[in-house]
């Protein structure tokens, strides 16, 4: 009875060996070696020589008049330097002359090329114009009261500058003239900020 047994756990033991992923059975992993690089191929540097045939070309051949002798007129011998000395004139200035034109014509006007402005955009512009000249003129009032530095007389004398150019603008150009509004606009706000 023991015999048996014995026979039949080693049978069991042999089988479950056998059945188990072991070592016994696996294959083996090799690592991977990549193949060898091969070297580069040799970089040429002569070009190729092509031989091309030479093409034929036809030359046409014509063939000239002979015009025979040509007689040209001989030059006239230079002339021959003076001998007597030459005085210096006097430099006398000479007004240049004035240009005739009739007194009834008035010069040429160049042409201006002006933005088109629709009704929307004007209206805008003459009020940002007029608020803008509004604070600048009252700027001025308050300044005209106050016993002002150098520096702040040059700042009223630039705001006045700029507020007629832009009254003077406003006919022309209206966006020149918004544009030297709020220069002005610009130096007033920043003189009332230094007022005593």
């Known amino acids: 009875m023991f015999h048996v047994r014995a026979v039949a756990a080693t049978g069991l033991w042999f089988a479950a060996t056998l059945s188990t992923s072991g070592c016994l059975f696996q294959k083996k992993h090799r690592a991977y070696a990549p193949p060898p690089l091969r070297p580069p191929a040799p970089i040429t540097t002569k070009a190729p020589f092509i031989v091309d045939p030479v093409p034929l ?99 009223v004398e630039r705001m006045t500058a700029f507020q007629k150019q832009a009254v003077q603008a406003r006919e022309e150009d209206l966006v020149t003239a918004v544009n030297y509004a709020k220069r002005a606009d610009v130096l007033a706000k920043e003189l009332l900020a230094r007022l005593p």
């Open 57 to 155: 070309i036809e030359v046409a051949s014509i063939e000239l008049p002979n015009p025979g002798p040509i007689n040209i007129a001989p030059l006239p011998p230079p002339p021959k330097p003076s001998t007597t000395p030459t005085k210096p004139k006097p430099s006398v200035a000479v007004a240049p002359p004035k240009p005739a034109t009739a007194p009834s014509e008035a010069p040429p006007t160049l042409a201006r090329i002006a933005q088109i402005l629709t009704p929307q955009q004007i209206h805008d512009y003459n009020r940002e114009i007029d608020d803008a000249l509004n604070r600048v003129t009252e700027a001025l009032k308050l300044a005209a009261k106050k016993n002002l530095g150098a520096d702040q007389r040059d700042t």
